[in-house]
């Protein structure tokens, strides 16, 4: 009997499946990014954080592969120090048209539970100190007070922050840019994913509870998503827990990760340069589901 292929077994309807009880659950990753130049262009350098790591929690990466077709290119594959893996990709001529593809299978396994961390991670300032997207202004400041004004703590004070974060700001796309920092989004009361992800991380970084940003897929949404982990006190270490301000809840067994920062500049799922005209276009795809759920 011929065992199947994870890379190109049939999606399973995931509405159809009951992911909250399910033991194993094996999800498959395929997404693509294409950059149209309207001449040649040279030199190009591409930054892509787009294959989730070995191991996260009770997520297993079980097999990858990325391939570009459009240029010849040299990679190199390496670990940051936020254990994501960081694929650069050069091409030294680019003719009009050069394309990633992603392919990656992970399996999770419900009994290995969120990230653990060391204890020291509760000190460490990339989860602390804010950065030019998560700073805080006088309004931010005010709000994190006002949140933690009776003595929350821990997760219940997380999950008050990722209440009010998404009571705060909007779902609008289009509302704000990458460049967009978490003050401006609360001002505006308008955002996406990661707007919403820097303003809780804002917030925390206030109240002195450690946090970082979360870039992965959402089940059944059509592009990437951000949400945050805040890592708490456990036994002898620590442990990250994941929430979504941007739906208002904690995350599930339909978010899969793929990197963690101190913000969304930290793990932009494609970024680069090149030498020529101006005006390159990005178009992606992606497709992310789940093969098998027992």
Known sequence: MTAHDPLTTPLLDHTALDLDTARRITYRIRQSFRYDYDSPVEALRQRLVVVPPARHGDLHRRTHRVDVTGATTRRRVRRDAAGNTVLRIHADRVERTVEFHITAVLERIRAHGHPRLPASALA??????????????????????????????????????????????????????????????????????????????????????????????????????????????????????????????????????????????DVAPTSGTYIGAPGGRLSATRQVGVIAAA
């Open 124 to 265: 460490d300032p990339r989860l602390l100190r804010p950065t030019r997207l998560t700073g805080a202004d006088d309004h931010v400041r005010a709000l994190a007070h006002d949140l933690a004004a009776d003595g929350a703590h821990g997760l219940d004070l997380a999950e008050r922050i990722c209440t009010e974060v998404h009571s705060a700001i909007t779902y609008e796309d289009g509302a704000t840019t990458v460049f967009t920092t978490a003050a401006e989004a609360l001002a505006g009361g308008r955002g996406v994913c990661q707007d919403t992800a820097h303003l809780m991380l804002a917030l925390c970084h206030v109240l002195r509870l450690p946090a970082r940003y979360v870039s992965g897929h959402l089940l059944g949404q059509g592009g990437t998503h951000a949400w945050v982990e805040v890592v708490v006190p456990e036994n002898d270490g620590a442990v990250a827990v994941p929430f979504d301000p941007c739906h208002g809840r904690r995350a599930d067994n339909g978010y899969v990760t793929v990197a963690t920062g101190r913000d969304y500049a």
